[in-house]
């Protein structure tokens, strides 16, 4: 019962603030139009929770109402969401030397961690970035592993401007077509932020688990083939 009020108390005060940001997105958008979706989608894109659903939805109810065209508003917001993108980019590129490889243990993050991460955006890299641009919260952070993994850039530039550029036209797109009810399905798109956010938390805690069984089954040796990241992704 405890962790159930806990858990709720959580989500409200979760609510409340991403209410507020709401509220702050739609009075720049609305004070300083096309401007005003740029400053707002690029620190989006690099780690600040703006919610891009506020933005570009109150961007699409400005549409409807003639202040500028659905291409503009889409094209801005997918020119700034690829700005803050390369932001992101860069710390996780150059945060790798200074953070992870210099103070690797201080975050649990061993050579073979970094060598995994490399192995898997080689291979996986190009769709986990283009599909992540279409989830809530999972889009803001993908950046930082890219750089950390050392993603080709030009590769990393095009797909995340391809990935962002549907997500951005649904949303303006559904804030056209709403006009005055908007509103409405802002607040709806909260319960699809906190549905990813939950599928995260299960998704760790299943490798987590995994992984101590697998560390149990083996005897835990480091460095072998008991190594949490290999054994977790390996089969």
Avoid: C
């Amino acid at each position: 019962m405890i962790v159930l009020t806990l858990k709720l108390s959580a989500v409200l005060v979760l609510a409340s603030v991403t209410d507020r940001l709401a509220e702050f997105a739609t009075n720049v958008v609305g004070d300083l139009g096309l401007p005003g979706i740029f400053l707002l989608m690029t620190p989006e894109s690099a780690g600040i929770p703006i919610p891009s659903e506020a933005t570009m939805l109150f961007a699409g109810f400005n549409v409807s109402k003639g202040e500028y065209s659905l291409v503009a508003a889409v094209l801005v917001g997918t020119v700034a969401n690829l700005v803050g993108s390369l932001i992101a980019y860069a710390i996780g590129y150059y945060g790798r030397d200074e953070l992870l490889v210099k103070h690797g243990k201080f975050f649990h993050v061993s050579p073979s961690h970094l060598a995994w991460g490399d192995r898997w955006f080689a291979k996986y890299g190009d769709v986990a970035v283009f599909f992540s641009r279409m989830l809530p919260v999972i889009r803001t952070f993908i950046s930082f592993p890219a750089g950390a993994a050392r993603m080709p850039l030009g590769r990393f530039s095009v797909l995340t401007f391809l990935g962002a550029l549907p997500w951005n036209f649904g949303l303006v797109l559904a804030g056209k077509v709403a006009k005055d009810n908007w509103t409405d399905i802002k607040a709806q798109l909260h319960y699809v932020d906190y549905t990813v956010v939950g599928l995260v938390i299960v998704g760790f805690l299943y490798l987590v688990v995994r992984w101590r069984r697998n560390r149990s089954d083996s005897g835990g040796d480091a460095g072998g083939p008991s190594d949490p990241v290999a054994v977790d992704l390996a089969g």
